[in-house]
């Protein structure tokens, strides 16, 4: 079973279709057909079956999944080392973090990366989903939760303080008639997070009106006096015509963790990205030593 031939597969049983597959590893449709084919002669049986969800594998299939999951982790383990020993500060850097955070916060790291090394290039992947490390999904991720995955280097980088953020209209709404301020939280798969309960704790007769997994848009429609909005105070500050509203309590403000995987330790692009970013966000105390 070769590698090209695995990721084919297990792509096919992640994504659940032809071509979403296809998307997935930018290759055409008919090739992802072809390598399924060729996998299913070799097995002498099927290993897919459709059915109204998409397609499953079937028992052979099932059979195959442990096999394709020890090469593609064999494959991914070499990648990562071979990264990890790259000597040159040159090639492309992959940063997951939230847009918000990449243009407010992450932003003038990336400017003072780029401006040392040129052949360094830095490529952001702006998304709330927290991507897998191990397999590649990133070189770096910050996020707002500590990393849970096995052999993920990690470390609090910063603590980002937040607050309560409208329209010089809307704050004088919100503090004169607190029912009458509309709302913008994060959407339901967020809706644990600690600001969504503080912001529904103070206002509780308030309606919602707009929701979202971004930041950046809660901040545009809070700007267009759509509501209310509990914003980090590096994106709420940076947006014209927003204010900070004054409260006897602040919104609950948030650590940002920075890992990789322990294989990348070695990086010097990454390296040298951490030691800038040590020098301007980084808590005292905080920094690598």
């Known amino acids: 079973m070769e590698w090209g031939d695995v990721r084919v597969f297990l792509a096919v049983m992640r994504k659940g279709s032809f071509g979403e597959a296809a998307r997935s590893l930018g290759v055409s449709h008919p090739t992802v057909g072809r390598r399924i084919k060729a996998l299913e002669a070799e097995a002498q049986q099927a290993l897919f079956r459709r059915t109204k ?9 099932d059979r195959v999944l442990k096999l394709a999951e020890a090469v593609e982790n064999s494959a991914l383990a070499m990648e ?32 003072e990366l780029t401006h040392r090394h040129p052949a360094i290039v830095p490529e952001i992947i702006a998304s709330y989903r927290l991507l897998n490390l191990s397999r590649r999904d990133a070189d770096i991720a910050f996020r707002i939760v500590p990393f849970t995955e096995p052999d993920i280097v990690q470390r609090r980088l910063m603590t980002i303080p937040y607050a309560l953020y409208g329209t010089p209209d809307m ?15 994060m959407n339901t798969a967020q809706s644990h997070f600690s600001d969504v309960a503080w912001l529904l704790d103070r206002f509780p007769q308030s309606r919602r009106v707009f929701t979202s997994t971004s930041r950046a848009v809660q901040a545009q429609m809070c ?30 403000s948030k650590n940002i963790w920075v890992g990789y995987h322990s294989d990348l330790r070695h990086m010097d692009r990454l390296r040298v990205m951490l030691d800038i970013a040590d020098v301007l966000l980084a808590d005292p105390g905080t920094a690598a030593t």
């Open 171 to 185: 704050a004088g709404i919100a503090q004169h008639d607190p029912a009458a301020a509309g709302l913008i939280l």
């Open 53 to 61: 969800e998409g397609l499953v594998l079937t028992d052979a299939g």
């Open 223 to 252: 700007q267009r006096g759509m509501g209310i909005a509990v914003l980090p105070r590096p994106l709420g500050d940076a947006i014209t015509g927003l204010q900070p509203i004054s409260m006897p309590e602040s919104p609950p």
């Open 80 to 111: 990562r080392r071979l990264a990890g020993n790259h000597e040159r500060l040159e090639g492309i850097l992959r940063i997951s973090c939230a847009e918000w955070f990449a243009n407010y916060v992450l932003a003038p790291v990336l400017s």
